[in-house]
């Protein structure tokens, strides 16, 4: 018996409070506490903050020494006023810009700026300004607590920031972003680089957050050991180099110890997908492959990859020999697909294999349990859904999973009881008990055939031993940090899902 490729549990999680991630009412509700238990008062905190902010300004534009700081009302305002009083302080030419200069300033926020006007600083209407003359705007109008779409004035200095070409730098999360859901409240600051405070939140780290907020820099103001005492992750963040190293293979070991896995799909005319995700699974360490496909679309599979075995008839002989799936890639929604489909549900329930379903497996599922109001997947499934596939799962659109990335992944794993990929940028890893997003991965990924590739690597993980959330954590991320090396070697632009394959083989293989 050889041993299984990780030690990884089902239910891993980090422990460091830079692994983890908050929504922004954990945050507010508990730095307070965490600040008390650490010495510091909250005006402190905000002074620890303006610090931490202008410590990575001058790490990111060491080139700036004419600085606008845009500031609205809020407690985000005090830590702009903190960071232009040590800009000042420190030589720089500074402007100071405010969306409301006539409306006072209330508690920690009102002394901040009270220290500023006392270092002999001046607050300016935003409006009498010519941005085109700073090396580096400074985002501090709106904070975490924005509920609803961004007002009108505020929204209108959005648009300015936005139209200038100008390196933008905010402060804790991009004035007008959604920090629980990562969607724009009406308007959004587009920041090429954005230093988020206390605690990473959910909605900068997936989806259309990451667009917004650019670099993301993370500084916990040396409050991390308290606060991470006093509230649970709402999710955790997941690399390649972060997870186990992969065990290396026994020296006895043969093709018999590492899974038979069958893929299934290719329909007339489509069998890029399949032998994408078929080459992939070898790819991965999978030793015995079989791609079972429409017969017209044998020969295109098997060009050049010998290696993989073809079947297109007498599906039940197949099933039988396989000890896992991957269902899907190219699979179509004609009569052949339908038909292959549920035989392979029905074989599933009976003999519990662990299996992957993607791309057209997850439409034919989606119809399925609609006209069975539900339909559970095999214990040992992972599904990889994209956002559109999503939707049809939970019957809603596209924009609604969009608007709340976590929770469309923990719905469709606690619906369909299976561990859930919910694939796109910063992409969603659930099960029915915690959820995970990879840090890995680039925009070069965006480019036909890359989930098919990702179906396979999960696929061939699975038909190796491990469990259905171990695969789908060490799937994503491998899939991603090859990619990443891609892209650090060739560019983003003009990456293929095949060119994954040799980056792919040497992160398998252990050092």
Same mark, same amino acid.
Request: charged fraction near 15%; aromatic fraction near 6%.
């Given at each position: 018996?050889?041993?299984?490729?990780?030690?990884?549990?089902?239910?891993?999680?980090?422990?460091?409070l830079?692994?983890?991630?908050?929504?922004?009412?954990?945050?507010?509700?508990?730095e307070?506490?965490?600040?008390?238990?650490?010495?510091?008062?909250?005006?402190?905190?905000?002074?620890?903050?303006?610090?931490?902010?202008?410590r990575?300004?001058?790490?990111?534009?060491?080139?700036?020494?004419?600085?606008?700081?845009?500031?609205?009302?809020?407690?985000?305002?005090? $830590?702009g006023?903190?960071?232009?009083?040590?800009a000042k302080?420190?030589?720089?030419h500074v402007t100071?810009?405010?969306?409301?200069?006539?409306?006072?300033?209330?508690g920690?926020?009102?002394?901040?700026?009270?220290?500023?006007?006392?270092?002999g600083?001046?607050?300016?209407?935003w409006q009498?300004l010519?941005?085109?003359?700073?090396?580096?705007?400074? $985002?501090?109008?709106?904070?975490?607590?924005?509920?609803?779409?961004?007002?009108?004035?505020?929204?209108?200095?959005?648009?300015?920031?936005?139209?200038?070409d100008?390196?933008?730098l905010?402060?804790?999360?991009?004035?007008?972003l959604?920090?629980?859901?990562?969607?724009p409240?009406?308007?959004?600051?587009y920041? $090429?680089?954005?230093?988020? !405070?206390?605690?990473?939140?959910?909605?900068m780290?997936?989806?259309?957050g990451?667009?917004?907020?650019?670099k #993301?820099?993370?500084?916990?103001l040396?409050?991390?050991?308290?606060?991470?005492?006093?509230?649970q992750?709402?999710?955790?963040?997941?690399?390649?180099?972060?997870?186990?190293?992969l065990?290396?293979?026994q020296?006895?070991?043969h093709?018999?110890h590492?899974?038979?896995?069958?893929?299934?799909?290719?329909?007339?005319?489509?069998?890029?997908?399949?032998? #994408?995700t078929?080459?992939?699974?070898?790819?991965?360490?999978?030793?015995?492959?079989r791609?079972?496909?429409?017969?017209?679309s044998?020969?295109?599979i098997s060009?050049?990859r010998?290696? !993989?075995?073809?079947?297109?008839?007498?599906?039940?002989?197949h099933?039988?020999?396989?000890?896992?799936?991957?269902?899907?890639?190219?699979?179509?929604? $004609?009569?052949w697909?339908t038909?292959?489909?549920?035989? !392979?549900?029905?074989?599933?329930?009976?003999?519990k294999? +662990?299996?992957?379903?993607?791309?057209?497996? !997850?439409?034919?599922l989606?119809?399925?349990?609609?006209h069975?109001?539900?339909?559970?997947?095999?214990?040992?499934?992972?599904?990889?859904?994209?956002p559109?596939e999503?939707?049809?799962?939970?019957?809603c659109?596209v924009?609604?999973?969009?608007?709340?990335r976590?929770?469309?992944a923990?719905?469709?794993?606690?619906?369909?009881?299976?561990?859930?990929?919910?694939?796109g940028?910063?992409s969603?890893?659930c099960?029915?008990e915690?959820?995970?997003?990879?840090?890995d991965?680039? +925009?070069?990924?965006?480019?036909?055939?890359?989930g098919?590739?990702?179906?396979g690597?999960i696929?061939?993980?699975?038909?190796?031993?491990?469990h259905a959330?171990?695969?789908?954590l060490y799937?994503?991320c491998?899939?991603a940090?090859?990619a990443?090396?891609v892209a650090?070697?060739?560019?983003?632009r003009?990456?293929?899902?095949?060119d994954?394959f040799?980056?792919?083989?040497?992160l398998?293989?252990p050092?």
């Open positions: 018996m050889q041993k299984t490729l990780t030690t990884l549990t089902d239910n891993w999680t980090p422990s460091s830079s692994q983890k991630v908050f929504l922004a009412q954990q945050v507010r509700q508990h307070e506490a965490a600040a008390q238990t650490c010495g510091y008062s909250m005006y402190m905190l905000m002074h620890r903050a303006g610090q931490g902010v202008f990575h300004l001058k790490a990111v534009y060491p080139y700036a020494h004419n600085i606008l700081v845009l500031v609205g009302t809020g407690n985000n305002a005090g $830590d006023y903190v960071v232009a009083t040590l302080s420190f030589g720089w100071l810009g405010a969306l409301n200069p006539a409306k006072p300033l209330t920690d926020a009102f002394t901040a700026q009270q220290s500023w006007l006392a270092d600083g001046e607050i300016r209407p009498e010519d941005f085109q003359h700073f090396d580096v705007i400074v $985002d501090g109008i709106l904070g975490t607590g924005l509920k609803g779409t961004v007002r009108d004035d505020a929204a209108a200095l959005i648009k300015t920031v936005n139209g200038i100008l390196p933008v905010s402060i804790d999360v991009p004035s007008g959604d920090a629980d859901t990562g969607a409240l009406g308007v959004c600051v920041a $090429d680089c954005t230093v988020t !405070l206390v605690a990473k939140k959910l909605g780290l997936t989806g259309q990451k667009t917004y907020c650019g #993301l820099i993370f500084d916990d040396d409050i991390a050991q308290a606060f991470n005492t006093l509230t992750p709402c999710a955790f963040l997941v690399n390649y180099a972060q997870l186990p190293a065990r290396k293979r020296s006895n070991a093709k018999g590492f899974g038979r896995l069958l893929t299934v799909g290719a329909n007339a005319d489509m069998p890029g997908s399949l032998r #994408l078929s080459e992939a699974a070898l790819r991965t360490g999978a030793a015995l492959v791609a079972y496909c429409h017969t017209d044998r020969l295109s060009m050049g010998p290696e !993989l075995m073809l079947a297109s008839e007498q599906l039940s002989t099933l039988n020999w396989s000890s896992c799936l991957a269902i899907g890639p190219g699979l179509g929604t $004609d009569d697909a038909g292959t489909f549920s035989q !392979l549900m029905s074989h599933l329930e009976s003999n294999l +662990p299996c992957v379903i993607d791309a057209d497996g !997850l439409n034919l989606a119809d399925s349990s609609r069975a109001n539900t339909l559970l997947c095999p214990k040992r499934s992972v599904i990889t859904p994209h559109g999503a939707a049809r799962l939970l019957n659109t924009p609604e999973i969009e608007q709340d976590l929770k469309a923990q719905s469709l794993a606690k619906r369909y009881n299976t561990t859930c990929v919910l694939k940028a910063g969603i890893i099960n029915t915690h959820s995970w997003i990879c840090t991965g680039n +925009p070069g990924m965006a480019t036909a055939g890359m098919d590739t990702l179906t690597i696929a061939a993980l699975l038909a190796q031993g491990m959330t171990q695969a789908a799937g994503v491998l899939h940090s090859a990443d090396k650090q070697q060739y560019g983003q003009g990456m293929l899902a095949s994954l040799e980056p792919l083989r040497v398998v293989n050092t």
